[in-house]
DNA sequence: TTGTAAGCGTTATCAT
DNA sequence: ATGATAACGCTTACAA
């Protein structure tokens, strides 16, 4: 096995071009062309013979040449900012599945919550003409999302807004949703109740902690303001925070994390102060923790329909491109699920339950006033 | 909010291409270039001329015009299996974060396991001259990446080998880890283990059944045919194959899945049945299940190193794209870890474990014969 | 139905 | 140090 391995470039010929299927096939470039890229008709004998000089030459179209004549390129762009969270590879998934129907690759671009790498990753997908974007935001800020306006690319917000910048959007509800979550720790009996916020800089953190806030002002409990906390979205700075928390202001019974990344975190900090949970402290959190779950019942969560959030996202796109539909910015909100699940404390109790033990589902029209964004 | 939003096509203005640039700044196009493209030297009075040109008109060149010429395109491109397995996420995060280094981008593609999304993924990042290919491929099939050689594009493997294409590859070490891992089934007294394995047309799935097949061997212990299963890599043949397992060859007390997702599978399809993991039949798997051991440390894994794997085979692609090694093809092999981890069944001593509770290294030079590949 | 030719926006070569 | 000019490989009027 070892040894005998060659060099790599075996077999460095020249690469065929249009022109040169062209010559095989006896015919000119542009009937190529025609045949390749299925437009003016063309007869049926002359396109045997040049899909079969395709064939001889391995000829893959230049897309760089194509697209610099076209200004398409079959690719969209979607834009997230946590590969390893699963809210957005799921809904990765969504995309795919939609655009893989209308023959439109999505490349993936992760920005790691920053807003320079996302800029970038917009500024790359505009210079390689992409013919769509998808992008779930890592901030409110739209300034670098205006170049694709200018060049009527058509964009899709997904997850969360930003602002001053009208497009379509799919996202989840986040304020109702929050307000339920917090509910529910508020019938268990919880009324010291941490919150532990991602990145104010996002729509979503900010529609999450208002609905926190507004629960528990309908509840008639005063909102501490020392349980309040901001930062970034990730598993370690959830962590940080929660033992942040547990040094200044202890006390408190129950976490409300504003995702699942930041909840794990949370658990990491309780379990490494040696607290129980759910029995000292209890959980709680937005999206799903899908695989975690599936091993123990765990966690109860509000669920967004990531995967749908993802397909409906790539219709809207698809719309637009492929110009079905010109009207104005279009919102749509989807409902997130509640779904109670046991904690690990009584694992008798466990074997054969189904998966989600209890949903309950938001009324579409909220009973709240004023709320809006 | 709902209401008054505007048209998307805001502001729709002609794009400024060199020339305008060029025009603004009172020099020719080929200086705007020579600044934007750091190449020839050029006067600091007209450098700052020109980028206030590319500032003011919001320049951005178009990447397929100059990949046209330059045969690059600043991109690379990874190719994965299954976007919702971290295994394979965390791993292109450590793509990222040695590309981005380099100045170089990341576009992702996901195969869904399938060969044929594979080759749309090559063909499409081959007629977009991306400067690299990182794959971990859905199959051994080799005949779809040719073309790359061809066109001198470097191409690394990762995970997973294919046949008769010799190039750089990163991946973990299958054969003997899977020893391991079966050796401590083993001496847990099981003697009738089931094995669940992936694709049997990737190396990797080839590679864990023999080493299972070789430890029991080792052991003394015959290989029971009809408790070995293959097909499909993900959560839902996991399950079903197990529940077949069930059904058709009862009475094995644990279960080897050949990866993460498979153990889920199985584990879901036990509950279904009323069985308890791991009282009654345990599970062990290849590839970590990162959240869920958070949130309850569960199942005895063999841990690939995800993220190392990732940023490796990058150094060694961006080498390759560099011009800085070009000799023949080189192997990275990674060593997994064995995570031993306690069952749920005793939650009172889970309390401030550390998160790894046992971790055994592989030797490098295995003592097994005649294995290769 | 097919061919001819111009042009997409860059960069590279050659002058100046 | 800078400018003119010819490609790069494709598509698309327009001609035949």
Known sequence: MSGN????????GPVANIHD???????????????????????????TR?????????????????????????MIALIIPEIINSFYTTLARGVED????????????????????????????????????????????????????????PVVLIDRTVMGYETDIVRGENFESAILLTRHLLELGHRQIAFINGDAATS?????????????????????????????????????????????????????AANNFMAIGALRALRGAGIRVPEQIAIVCFDDVEAAAEIEPFLTVMAQPAYSMGTLAAKLLVERIEEKFTGPAREVVLSPRLLVRRSCGAPATLT??????????????????????
């Open 5 to 12: 391995v060659q060099t790599i470039p075996q077999m460095e």
């Open 21 to 47: 299927v062209a010559k095989r096939a006896g015919v000119s470039p542009a009937t190529v062309s025609r045949v390749l890229s299925n437009h003016g008709r063309v007869n049926v004998q002359t396109r």
């Open 50 to 74: 040049v899909l079969q000089a395709v064939e001889d030459l391995h000829y893959i179209p230049n897309a760089l040449a194509r697209g610099l004549k076209t200004r398409r390129s079959g």
């Open 98 to 153: 939609v655009t893989n129907e209308h023959g439109l690759h999505v490349v993936l671009g992760n920005t790691d919550e920053k807003l320079s790498k996302e800029r970038a990753y917009i500024d790359l997908m505009l210079a390689h003409y992409v013919d769509g974007v998808i992008v779930a935001p890592a901030s409110s800020s739209a300034r670098h999302l205006r170049p694709l306006a200018t060049r009527s690319i």
């Open 204 to 256: 979503s953190a900010r529609d999450r902690e208002q609905g926190f806030r507004m629960a528990l002002t309908q509840a008639g409990t005063p909102v501490a303001e020392e349980l309040i906390s901001r930062g970034s979205w990730f598993i370690e700075d959830g962590e940080r925070r929660t033992t942040e928390l547990l040094d200044k202001s202890p006390g408190f019974s129950a976490i409300f």
């Open 352 to 373: 054969g339950l189904p998966r989600e033990l209890s949903v309950s589902r938001l009324a579409t029209a909220g009973s709240v006033t004023g709320q809006s964004e």
